[in-house]
């Protein structure tokens, strides 16, 4: 890396800290903590809750660090900090796990009030209580403006071409700017992962592609090395990354459109691809009007709804009914009915939007789907290939590949597990990934008698070795919570488990019935674990023989109708060469 990049992300990593550090240095002491591998976060998590009794708020903050909420919003109950760094950690810890008492509501400090009323969605009473705060004046103005920026109306100015500009090239294939969020190689997230695919059919089916990432990342999480442009499996993805930050939420939005701009004269594209959230849309909306260039809007999630799954279970009718739900929603309708064309990945995701008002003939269906090599890997039974990976030959394995989140319920899978195993069923289960359930999940599993035999939870595992997982399970098991967000958004692993002939099993609700109709899938009540629990021992075969091990693996036929992204590419094609 040449040595202006590395100050110049240094530059970016240290202003970017400095501001936080100056707004509020617990929480950013906090939300570093929680960046750190889970293997160091455990070590910092026990060095911070050493010797603390039973009433102390350090046994709260180290359970809190190590992602066990639950265990953390119990030992906060119970604390009873006696100095004021106890009371102001005790306060940060209760707005961050959604747990401040109502008459306590009134004594937290200004900022951290704020904090708490954005946290439930009360956009306007959190600037609010900060008029006039001293010392409060640079998170008012974040607040006021990431309000703004989320109100009806509000867009970017236009960028002005510079002379040079010369419009889309008029020779050769068609070529598409992607404007994303995040990206391999940086991060490994189902959002990474689609849009990766997404490029590459794209590529495959003769549009050239290029991708450019979000401003400031990946150096604003923490990665000072990054490069200013990745290239991951013959895919470029350029990197917007100034000196330093803009101070508020709209007016990096504007320093983006301006990076955004200069690629755009850069590469000359015929089209502006982008997903969702809304505040990439409004780049790309505006740098595309101010080169006249068409821009799609492909809408992975629901923004508002996914926010309202974050909040704890009792809060989530308060925030359903919030100005934030109310805001995002509406945000995210305009620039769905502004775009030239709006992606969606499932058939209740259209009707949704239909019914917003979105113009149905812009609308197009594409969905998660399977690499066509997938299809071509060669037949393992489950059996073999746990041996392969070191797991045990015996029992019906049943689980995910899978971000570690709370609404993905695999805590109602460990349930269903123990009472299988209870009632003489050998049934296992095995969870790859990570993500902030993870910690809670090995306990609940602790708790529930699941020894390391039974119940596995290895880690993220890198790419190229994750088909060997999926064919160590013999069932695919998706037991997403009964929230608005899992309704409407379809995951993209069950495809691959589908397309290795392993048999899948989902909550039943409209994505996801979705998609196992593509395949011999079934469905349970979502949340229920005796119904999930009775489907997985129907499922090992144990109806007539309690001693079934599903040791001869559990392969089922490849539909015929699946998606691939070799289908998806030309579906691309087709509908940029229709904005062109």
């Known amino acids: 890396m040449p040595e202006a990049q590395r ?8 202003d970017t800290a400095a501001r936080h550090v100056a707004e509020d240095p617990l929480l950013l002491a906090v939300q570093s903590a929680r ?16 010797g603390a009794g039973a009433e102390s ?20 109950a119970a604390a009873t900090p006696r100095t004021g760094a106890g009371r102001r950690v005790a306060a940060e810890l209760a707005v961050q796990l959604g747990r401040v008492a109502p008459k306590a509501q009134v004594q937290l400090p200004p900022s ?3 904090r708490e009323l954005w946290s439930q969605g009360r956009l306007h009473a959190a600037v609010a209580v900060l008029d006039g705060v001293r010392g409060a004046r640079a998170q008012r103005a974040r607040l006021r403006s990431q309000l703004a920026v989320m109100s009806p109306g509000f867009a970017l100015p236009a960028v002005v071409p510079s002379p040079a500009w010369e419009g889309p090239r ?24 689609r849009s990766h695919a997404v490029l590459r059919a794209q590529r495959a089916a003769g549009v050239e592609v290029r991708a450019v990432t979000r401003i400031g990342y990946p150096v604003t999480v923490g990665l000072v090395n990054a490069a200013s442009e990745d290239v991951v499996d013959g895919i470029t993805y350029r990197r917007l990354l100034p000196a330093r930050l803009a101070p508020t939420p709209a007016a990096r939005l504007v320093q983006m459109t301006r990076l955004l701009a200069r690629e755009v004269e850069d590469y000359r594209p015929h089209v502006l691809h982008t997903t969702t959230n809304f505040q990439n849309a409004l780049v790309a909306r505006a740098v595309a009007e101010s080169y006249g260039l068409p821009w799609v809007y492909e809408m992975r999630g629901v923004l508002e709804q996914t926010w309202v799954a974050s909040r704890p279970t009792d809060q989530q009718a308060e925030a359903l009914a919030s100005e934030r739900f109310r805001l995002l929603r509406a ?20 009707e949704d939007l239909i019914a917003r008002g979105v113009p149905t003939e812009r609308i197009r269906i594409i969905p998660n789907a399977v690499d066509d090599a997938v299809l071509e890997v060669p037949e393992v039974s489950a059996a073999e290939a746990r041996a392969r990976l070191g797991l045990p030959r015996g029992g019906f394995w049943a689980g995910s590949v899978s971000s570690l989140v709370d609404y993905e319920g695999f ?13 003489g069923v050998d049934v296992r289960c095995l969870l790859v990934g990570d993500g902030v359930s993870r910690a809670g999940l090995e306990a609940r599993s ?14 993220r595992v890198p790419p190229q070795d994750a088909v060997a997982w999926y064919q160590a399970l013999d069932l695919f098991c998706v037991p997403r919570r009964d929230t608005p967000v899992c309704r409407s958004v379809t995951p993209i692993k069950p495809f691959t488990a589908m397309a290795l002939g392993r048999a899948v099993l989902v909550s039943d609700l409209p994505a996801l019935r979705e998609v196992a109709a593509y395949g011999d899938g079934s469905v349970f009540p979502a949340e229920d674990a005796v119904a999930l629990a009775t489907a997985l021992a129907a499922a090992a075969g144990c109806a007539g023989n309690p001693h079934a091990s599903g040791q001869n693996g559990s392969h089922t036929s490849v539909p015929a109708d699946l998606p691939t992204w070799s289908r998806n590419g030309t579906v691309y094609a087709t509908l940029y060469e229709g904005l062109r």
């Open 331 to 350: 945000r995210e309708t305009e620039m769905a009915v502004a775009a030239d064309a709006v992606v969606v990945l499932s058939q209740v995701q259209r």
């Open 35 to 50: 960046r750190l591998p889970p293997g160091v976060r455990g070590h910092l998590a026990r060095a911070v809750s050493a």
């Open 57 to 76: 708020v350090r046994l709260a903050l180290g359970e809190f660090l190590a992602d066990r909420r639950a265990q953390a919003g119990q030992a906060l």
């Open 112 to 114: 951290v009030r704020a």
């Open 7 to 14: 100050l110049r992300n240094l530059s970016l990593l240290l």
């Open 446 to 459: 602790a708790e529930l008698g699941l020894g390391t035999e039974v119940c596995v939870l290895p880690g």
């Open 170 to 193: 008029s020779d050769g294939p068609t070529r598409v700017l992607h404007v994303l969020t995040n990206s391999f190689s940086r991060t490994q997230s189902g959002y990474a992962v």
């Open 411 to 423: 805590d109602v899978l460990l349930e269903a597990v123990a009472r299988c195993r209870a009632s």
